[in-house]
């Protein structure tokens, strides 16, 4: 099973907007891959249409999406159409079909105290480096939620552009905490440092 800090596990699969080697599909940019148990599900649905909806705030967030269940990639585009015409919504991201399950066992989707045949709601949250970030796992009966995966994608992304770390409930716009001194020489400077709100001096924030 994949681990934060891992590279994300290679495959090739049938999508519905074709053959895809995951590899090539992630290179050089922020992924989600997510798992749901099974097509024309409410829950699901609701879910996957949650990712259509958001698709352009993923996208100029430079991040790539990408589904998947243990359906047939027939079921996947029926599924995709009748959304499309109950909801006005279009799920155009690739959803995998893993009908043979290679893709959740390589990645750990399938949980056997739930279920041999559904995969769990997992979200890998995959950086442009093929690295896993982040890992969030669902019980099959509670839906994730968006706003939780769109803030740590901003807060990982943001502390990776200006080298610091996000405190509890971080938003964008909400000060930082910067790395605490590991050196005496960095806790003289960091205490002489102006616009730093210091709780300690280990703990310290500051506004970006």
Not at 69 to 85: G, K, L, M, P, Y
Not at 116 to 144: E, H, S
């Amino acid at each position: 099973m994949p681990r934060i800090g891992d590279q994300a596990p290679d495959f090739e699969a049938n999508t519905t907007v074709g053959p895809l080697r995951f590899s090539e599909f992630i290179k050089d940019s922020w992924t989600i891959l997510f798992s749901h148990p099974a097509d024309f599900t409410p829950v699901c649905t609701t879910e996957l249409t949650g990712f259509a909806q958001n698709k352009k705030w993923f996208a100029d967030h430079g991040t790539r999406l990408i589904g998947l269940s243990i359906d047939s990639i027939h079921s996947h585009v029926a599924w995709v159409q009748n959304v499309r015409e109950k909801t006005g919504v279009y799920m155009d991201f690739p959803i995998i079909a893993d009908i043979d399950m290679k893709v959740s066992k390589l990645y750990g989707m399938l949980h056997e105290n739930t279920s041999n045949t559904a995969a769990v709601r997992a979200v890998f949250f995959i950086d442009p480096k093929g690295l896993i970030r982040l890992i969030m796992y669902y019980p099959l009966n509670v839906g994730r939620s968006m706003d939780e995966i769109m803030r740590v994608l901003e807060a990982m992304q943001t502390a990776d552009a200006k080298g610091c770390a996000m405190p509890l409930n971080w938003k964008k716009g909400d000060k930082v905490i910067v790395s605490p001194p590991k050196t005496l020489k960095d806790l003289d400077a960091r205490l002489a440092e102006k616009g730093l709100e210091f709780v300690d001096f280990y703990l310290a924030k500051k506004s970006l």
